[in-house]
């Protein structure tokens, strides 16, 4: 079980725009920094985009991510075919014992 | 860009101790803005990040793993190591190592190795 509540799928037809959202608590999405990540199987996971809206040099702009409260989301815009893959947010816990903790993943199909 | 490589045994006995390496490229391990992470991901998909190294040599791990990992650095061919005792199928998955901003985000991750946990 996740700490972070991701939905399990999405999908969405090339050019559409989709978001995927990721429900958190005060400790760990109210509190730090939501970031999101690409994993395609077989390659390295790829980090994509933080709530603050800074992305890695080389990750294009149609990935831009917010976070209002406890809850944060990722939006892709001009879907691709390439973007099809697991999409997980993350975000650092503060608690007695702090961790990192993320979502349980959400497939993205492109239609 | 920064490159990380997992390497170890893709198949581990009950009760024997799993030991990882990830080799850092183009990039030193001893610089001291960054963490030096071990993420895995479950058969079901979830991540669970088992703790991170620091060039000085401070660790911290996941409660969770009850004191059974444990992590080291060698600066000088500038890669480090995840161990970890007493598996059960449980620790079957695919390991990652990581690059850490602390406290904020994992910049670059290698490719993942597979490790199996069965007699």
């Known amino acids: 079980q996740s700490v972070l509540t991701q939905p399990p799928s999405a999908s969405g037809a090339p050019g559409q725009r989709v978001t995927i959202s990721c429900s958190g608590s005060s400790s760990n999405i109210g509190s730090n920094t939501v970031t999101w990540y690409q994993l395609v199987p077989g390659t390295a996971p790829k980090l994509l985009v933080s709530s603050n809206n800074e992305r890695p040099s080389g990750v294009p702009d149609r990935f831009s991510a917010s976070k209002s409260g406890t809850s944060a989301s990722l939006a892709i815009s001009g879907l691709q075919s390439e973007d099809e893959a697991d999409y997980y947010c993350a975000s650092w816990q503060d608690s007695l014992n702090s961790i990192w903790v993320f979502g349980g993943g959400t497939k993205l199909t492109v239609l | 860009q920064v490159q990380l490589l997992e390497s170890g045994p893709g198949l581990v006995r009950p009760s024997q101790t799993l030991s990882l390496s990830c080799s850092v490229s183009?990039?030193?391990?001893?610089?001291?803005?960054?963490?030096w992470t071990w993420i895995r991901q479950f058969p079901g998909k979830g991540l669970e990040w088992i703790g991170y190294?620091?060039?000085?040599?401070?660790?911290y791990y996941n409660p969770s793993l009850k004191s059974r990992a444990s992590m080291s650095l060698d600066t000088s061919k500038n890669h480090f190591s995840l161990e970890l005792k007493s598996v059960t199928a449980a620790d079957t998955g695919i390991y990652y190592c990581?690059?850490?901003?602390?406290?904020?985000?994992?910049?670059?991750w290698g490719q993942g190795t597979v490790v199996t946990v069965s007699s």
């Open positions: 183009a990039g030193s391990i001893s610089n001291d803005g960054y963490y």
């Open positions: 190294i620091y060039y000085g040599g401070s660790t």
């Open positions: 990581a690059r850490e901003h602390p406290l904020t985000s994992f910049d670059y």
